[in-house]
């Protein structure tokens, strides 16, 4: 990454100069000034906001608070509220760039740390959640990083699969608590409600990765709320991608009697019954071996 020569006003001069030290002191000056840097701009024409942006890439801005997002938040004033806020300012700044020289490093390379940075502070503050559930503000600043997450993948798709594969990721996936895993799901039905065709286009692995996840979670929680999210977002599946039915029906056999049994009567009937539908429609395939 190497400055894009362009000249820099005296507030981004600040704000690259308080970057330079990679540590905890500078974190609150720098959130200080990327925010009142990108307010001022974003009022301004679009051109100038992503011209911002590129230079907040160019010259190490973001490279900082994608790092900062692993720093110690017992050393940061304002712990993890700061880093949130700092996840979500970098999620804010990583879209809406426009075509640049160095695209593919910043998609390919940079994109993918920062994911890795959210999903770091995400699993942490789930690990802290769970030491204490009366710790309410640590759940919710969970569904915020995730809420950044989210923003990142609706706009650069290609990152699920960096998700999928991310060790952080993974751990957070597999942990059985009602509001953790409410927001995972949420997250994805986010994803595909924004824009469906993402569906059809991440493969049938990763899907299958995520669809595996969803139906798990379904099955094993008693939670209205955790039902109704997963119920929802394997309708949209469907909705979006009809490749998706004959996968869904060798993979899943039994999910109808399921979801009438488990979750008939709780509340979201309506769109219980489009998955039922789509589920129990006649759907020909040579192979009947499940998919492994």
Known sequence: MSPSGDQMSPELKDLVADTREQSENKVNDVLSKLKDLVGRTSLGDQRDLEACKLSLYSHGVLQYCSSSLKFSPAKIHG??????????????????????????VFSHEFLPSVVESLLFLAERLMNRALRDKAHNEIIRLFRKVFDSIG???RAHTHLIHHVLGSKHYENIQICEDDDVSFVT?????????????????MGNRALTDIMDDIVY?????????????AVKTLVLIMDHSSSTHQLIHRRYR???DLAVKDWRGKGF??????????????????????IN
């Not at 997250?187 to 569906?199: E, K, P, T």
């Open 269 to 290: 009937d309506s769109v219980l019954d489009q998955l039922i539908d789509h589920l129990r429609s006649d759907v020909p395939w040579r192979d009947t071996k499940s």
């Open 79 to 104: 712990g993890y509220a700061v880093l949130t806020q700092m996840a979500d300012l970098l999620s804010t700044c990583c879209v809406g760039l426009g075509a640049f020289r160095d695209m593919e």
């Open 185 to 201: 799901v949420t997250m994805w039905n986010n994803i595909f409600r924004a824009n469906g065709a993402v569906v059809a286009e």
């Open 217 to 229: 979670k379904m099955s094993s929680s008693s939670n209205p709320v955790i039902g109704r999210a």
């Open 151 to 153: 923003w990142l993948l």
């Open 254 to 256: 039994g999910l109808a």
